[in-house]
């Protein structure tokens, strides 16, 4: 693995999975991870590849790396939904997103409390998913 160390790192991201757009319009996974021990300060980027429950991880460059946190960092809110949508898991929890608040957030009520993140009602959740063409 590649670390990122202490004193590269601008801004915190927080543990977790994320997605971000790719240049052809698809989404690209990453797993962010703190070092512990005598990697304690230090932040681990890694891509992942395949599917939930089976996923590869495949090292960055350093250089990649930190271009990767700096997107996450940029809106970790939203690589964080993004993440949950199109896995239909949490980020940061790995629970499958198995109610419509959760489905429409992209992560589970305690993960949104934890994160400071936005949690929708019923009702939002209703029209976010009719926004974005899915069923309830």
Known sequence: LIAIRPNDVPVVVPDGRYALP???GHF???KVEAGQG?????TFVVQLIGS???WQEARLSQGHSK?????IAANVEEAA???GI???ACGYCAS????IQSRAAGYGETCAHNHGFYYPSHEEAVQILAERGEND
């Open 86 to 88: 199109k896995a239909k």
């Open 96 to 99: 499958p997103l198995s109610n």
């Open 52 to 54: 939930v429950g089976d």
């Open 81 to 83: 939904r993004m993440f």
């Open 38 to 42: 005598k990697w304690d300060g230090y």
């Open 67 to 71: 271009s990767v946190l700096a997107r």
């Open 22 to 24: 790719a240049e052809d």
């Open 28 to 30: 690209v996974f990453y």
